[in-house]
């Protein structure tokens, strides 16, 4: 057993010394493996060092570059990054910096949406050095991007919409609002290989923008965009140019902070001579701006919320020179500027305006209110319903106003259609004073132009100022008439309307009340006073009736003017033809006095005094003329009749008196008639006096008709015959000849019907039963002449005259 153990204690003796001397080798070996190491790891160092001092770059190693390329694909899920070549260069400070050349992002429908010429990254280098890409910064130069938005107004990064409107199907489309995008940039930036950016900046950046919601795009070049993150936000600038062909080109900037895990975020724009139509196809609180044509720059900002859309919005636009043109065949309405500060509410959909302006050569409107944004499609609206309370408005167009026009305030309820373009105003009221001017109707614009119509109320107006307010060239002679023969009025109840289409003639309308006027309705005659009635304008016709007016003649007294009517048939032809039905009545001696103004001078032309009778007269005159600035006699056509009660006349026939009750006038151009029934002395007469018209029948007239012959006419006239000469009573004819300034001359003519004669010297008779003949010429004054009397019948024919002595 002895001999067993020592053996087996040998034996463990050599395996301990076996076990110990490869213990001992492997010391050796790792020793040698691990100066070695270190030995490799100082001379990539060293290499890394010698390099970086060389500023020069090397093509990154592949498993860098796959690295990168799967760490991109993986931010970009549902689409492919691809690369030309990846380099690798040490900036000052030793700070790792990989440059990507040619780097293309592509969509899962494989269409490119981003291309960048160049793009650099700087690392982190300790998690490069433990075989991680991690970078700190972004930069990327000449970079081209591709944006769509959808017809329901999300954004899609891909090639699927038409911007003409008629892809087949936006659902199918994987599209993305605002905040959408912005929550999505907050998530890719979450990433490992994203995570630890802490700034991106993008240098000549262009960005071309479809729109198929507006059915247009845009090509924004000269971008620049800046990202900053930390541990809880997101912040985004960007700025581009828009040409427009002007040699200084529109600006536009845009800021976003986009808190992270959350689609709320800020949003702020920037703009600067950019198109009033191309902000108001992005903007549904500016789709208003659509139908101008000018150029705008302001500030907006607002809030994005959880459902990814804009919330409250607040700004400020100035509107540069321009014009209002919904259409390219509407005529585009100048203006020099504008301003609008606002606020907006998605929620409810509703626009304030603390402000909104707009200055033209031809005045200045200020208002404030509010707009509600109606009939959404596609998040654009179709209509806004406004109402705006008038802080301050003045018009003065060149040659439109006698004067500039002011009103103190005024408020206005109206409704905007976008497109076609279509403004109805319910309701606009404009004080000016303590008048309110009642406003409503409508505005469109279509494919044949300008089309409105528009209904004007006032409850009343002075005429100076509805002359003021009345446009020089809108139916000026009408204007014209007013300012010059309404002397002072109190107008009320005055309603208008106008209505206007693109290529017609404008139609005018207008109906109004009047009281206590002062209205000369002709030149040379005497205006009416306390004038009572109406007028209207329609169909081109302006007529004015006086349903109470009185006229002072020159001499006589006072006539009453009711019913009289002025009407100008065509108020749009220069120097227009004029109507005047003229009714009036009192005193004869008024009346003549009146027709004896310009441009009748009816008693001067028959050599009469207007005060050639008294009594009364109701007179009716249709008056025709024009409205020139001197009117000749030829100019005027006159038709007048009348009736004349209780007439007496001491001048018409000389040294006689003539008395009627009533009596009939007619007068015209040619020829002025005073007829009817009446006494000459005590002598019944029935006759007409008539006065013919023209300067070589002035002072002539002649008064013809019937007498009683009886006795009575034997010693009114003086005939000369003895007393009981002459029995029973008959007619004669006679005539007398008035000339101004001379003994008036007749001639009696009598068949002796019913007249009996008897000449007791010569024993002559002629019963009543029997006719013959009487002729008596003479004289009428004082005393008469006779100068031939001439007796036939019953045998005899005498002849002879007659010498009366006073």
């Known amino acids: 057993m002895n001999e067993d153990h020592a053996t087996d204690t040998q034996a463990l003796d050599e395996k301990a010394d076996k076990a110990e001397r490869r213990k001992r080798r492997r010391r050796r070996v790792g020793y040698w493996l691990w100066g070695s190491a270190k030995m490799l790891v100082l001379l990539v160092a060293a290499g890394l060092v010698i390099f970086a001092m060389s500023g020069k770059s090397i093509r990154a190693p592949d498993w860098m570059q796959t690295r990168i390329l799967n760490q991109l694909n993986a931010v970009v899920s549902d689409g492919e990054v691809a690369f030309q070549a990846i380099g690798l260069h040490f900036e000052k400070g030793f700070k790792p910096t990989i440059t990507v050349k040619g780097l293309v992002l592509r969509n899962a429908k494989d269409a490119v949406i981003a291309r960048v010429a160049m793009a650099s990254a700087s690392l982190s280098p300790k998690a490069l050095i433990q075989g991680e890409v991690r970078p700190t910064d972004l930069r990327l130069d000449q970079a081209s991007v591709t944006l769509q938005r959808a017809r329901n107004g999300q954004f899609d990064l891909g090639f699927g919409v038409d911007v003409t409107g008629d892809s087949p199907d936006t659902n199918d489309i994987e599209t993305k609002t605002l905040g959408q995008l912005l929550d999505g940039v907050d998530k890719a930036f979450e990433t490992p290989v994203l995570g630890t950016i802490e700034t991106v900046e993008l240098t000549h950046l262009i960005l071309n923008f479809s729109d198929a919601r507006a059915r247009r795009g845009w090509l924004l070049t000269e971008g620049r965009m800046q990202m900053q993150q930390d541990a809880e936000k997101v912040a985004i600038s960007v700025g581009f140019a828009l040409n427009y062909g002007a040699a200084q080109p529109a600006t536009i900037a845009l800021n976003f902070d986009t808190q992270k895990g959350t689609a709320v975020a800020g949003f702020g724009i920037k703009v600067d001579q950019v198109a009033a139509r191309d902000l108001a196809s992005q903007l ?9 044509d000018a150029p705008i720059s302001g500030a907006m900002r607002a809030k994005i919320g959880e459902d990814g859309l804009l919330g409250q919005m607040d700004g400020t636009l100035e509107i540069g020179q321009g014009s209002l043109q919904p259409n390219e065949e509407a005529r585009a309405i100048a ?20 402000e909104l302006s707009v200055q033209t050569g031809a005045g200045k409107l200020v208002v404030e209110g509010q707009g509600y944004l109606r009939d959404m499609v596609n998040g654009v609206p179709a209509v806004m319903l406004g109402q705006f309370q008038i802080q301050e408005l003045s018009v003065d167009p060149e040659g439109v106003f006698a004067a500039p026009v002011a009103f103190t305030g005024g408020a206005a309820d109206m409704r905007l259609r976008i497109d076609p373009f279509k403004l109805d105003i319910g309701q606009a009221v404009l004080r000016d004073g303590d008048n309110s001017y009642l406003v409503e109707g409508k505005v469109t614009a279509d494919t044949t132009g300008w089309h409105l119509a528009m209904d004007a109320s006032v409850n009343a107006i002075d005429p100076k100022r509805l002359v003021g307010l009345w446009p020089l060239k809108a139916v000026p002679n009408t204007r014209k008439w007013i300012s010059e023969n309404v002397n002072s009025a109190e107008i009320f109840n005055v309603n208008g309307a106008v209505r206007v289409n693109s290529g017609e003639k404008p139609v005018f309308g207008m109906g109004f009340e009047f009281q206590n006027a002062d209205v000369r309705y002709m030149d040379h005659l005497p205006v009416v006073k306390n004038g009572a009635g109406h007028g209207t304008i329609a169909d081109n016709v302006l007529t004015v009736v006086v349903d109470r007016g009185d006229v002072t003649a020159p001499e006589g007294g006072v006539m009453d003017a009711t019913g009289t009517v002025f009407q100008i048939p065509d108020i749009d032809i220069k120097g227009p033809p004029a109507v005047i039905y003229l009714k009036a009545k009192g005193p004869i001696h008024a009346a003549m006095s009146l027709l004896d103004q310009k441009p009748f001078n009816i008693m001067t032309k028959a050599g009469q005094p207007v005060d050639l009778a008294t009594g009364r007269i109701a007179l009716e005159a249709e008056i025709h003329l024009r409205l020139v600035k001197k009117i000749e006699v030829e100019d005027v056509d006159y038709d007048v009749t009348a009736t004349l009660t209780n007439v007496r006349s001491d001048k018409l026939v000389t040294g006689r008196v003539l008395t009627a009750k009533e009596l009939s ?23 007409a006096w008539h006065q013919k018209q023209g300067k070589e029948f002035a002072g002539q007239s002649r008064l013809e008709g019937t007498v009683e012959l009886s006795q009575r006419f034997i010693d009114e006239f003086g005939i000369g015959l003895p007393k009981g000469s002459v029995t029973g009573a ?37 019963s009543k039963n029997r006719t013959g003949k009487l002729e008596v010429v ?10 031939k009397l001439l007796i036939e019948g019953a045998g005899l024919r005498a002849e002879g005259s007659v010498k009366l002595t006073a």
């Open 284 to 292: 549904p609180a500016l789709a208003w701006l659509g139908v101008l």
């Open 335 to 354: 203006f020099d500027s504008g301003r609008a500060y606002f606020g907006y509410d998605p929620k409810e959909q509703r626009i304030r305006f603390d």
């Open 665 to 687: 006038l007619t007068a015209n151009p040619q020829d002025v008639e005073i007829s009817g029934a009446g006494l000459l002395g005590k002598l019944p007469v029935q006759g």
């Open 730 to 766: 008959g007619q004669g004819q006679i005539t007398i000849d008035l000339r101004r300034g001379e003994d008036s001359k007749f001639r009696l003519v009598s068949d002796l019907k019913n007249v009996g004669l008897r000449i007791s010297d010569l024993g002559w008779a002629l």
């Open 778 to 787: 003479g004289t009428l004054g004082t005393p008469p002449r006779i100068s």
